[in-house]
């Protein structure tokens, strides 16, 4: 397995639970702190507008994360839920209510007059519509993938951190470290988030490294308690649009947008500087009200790579390697499935394909 991310480390949960010998590389510790899966929080969802394929997919991640939070002890969701607020015409909400009803996912219309009482945080300037959505939450990365590793060491799996792979055989299943030594295994899989297309360069013709930003936040006092209980937001405005994680235990209150930069270097700064971080500033105080009166606790980079159509990328490269790479800012939490698909292909001989 190449990378010790969600991706990675999924797929050698998944063998390892089918009985296979596992090996697992990276080129940083393990897990990674400067990987897409080393964070405090992530959001889950059934809603997914007009990506309903995903949508669909969805049940099926939420029971893989249930079978992973019974390996490893513990559960690491909190289903704080999802309030959606919209300022312009989108067909995001109705298309994911769709899904959710087919699904039986329950939610409900909020008022736009009652949001300043329920959720006075909220900007309610040009709010034309705001529903709640259950089957929603809050994931903590950095804890699942240190639980999957500590649990992985359990059952045997070899990890080998601080250790690049140059090169990959997909024919012979062999590797090539950065240091010239050789690693010889009957499959491999490559899940190195951001860094994929530079061992599997053809993959550079459909996703493309993207340097993101994210800030972590102390509300002013007078919100802090609503923030506390808060679910996760989301503001679909043109200019108003961020993704919001609530202050749960363990975590700082944190605001992103969904807007790729389709540039910048993985091995790059992840400390985030103005220009990272201007377009979210304005979007983050047109969707908080008294936005200036928050104190930035860290601008934070974070890179992963973008699809055009947000799809992700599973397939064989070769007879014996397959490359998976799930992003576009939204593979955290299909990350326990998608490695448990390929693990199941690799298994049953028929590569996994997505
Ligand atoms: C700011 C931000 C917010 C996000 N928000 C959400 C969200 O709310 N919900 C959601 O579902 N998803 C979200 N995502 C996306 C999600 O985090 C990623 O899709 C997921 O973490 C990708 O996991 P991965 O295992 O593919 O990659 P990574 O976690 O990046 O792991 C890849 C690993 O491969 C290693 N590697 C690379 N090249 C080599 C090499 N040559 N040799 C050895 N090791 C190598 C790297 O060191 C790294 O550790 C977000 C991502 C970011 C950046």
Redesign the pocket.
Known sequence: M????????STAWGLARRGFEVAV????AI??P??????EH???RHAYGEMHRYARMMPAAFATYEQMWVDIGRSHYDPVGLVVFQREDDSWINASLADMDEMGIGWREIEVTAVPELYPMIAPEGLTRAVAMEGAGV?F?SRIVTDLVVHLSLKGVAFHAN????AIDPETASLTTADGKQHQGDYIVI??????T??VPELATEATPSR???IFVAPPVELATQWQVAPVFFDLGKDSGT?T?PPRPGTRLKI?DHEFTRRGDPDGSRIADDGDVERLMKAASLSYAGFERYSVLERKA???TVTDDERFIARPIGPKASL????????????ALMGDLMAKGIAQGEPFVH
């Open positions: 190449v990378g010790a991310g969600i991706n990675g480390l590389f990276d080129q940083g897990p990674n400067v990987s897409s899966s080393f964070d992530r959001a889950t994931l990365p250790t690049k792979i140059a899940a190195a988030g951001a860094w994929a530079r061992l993101q930003a994210v993704y994680l992103g974070c890179f992963y998976l790479s799930a992003c576009s800012g939204h593979g955290f939490k299909l990350g």
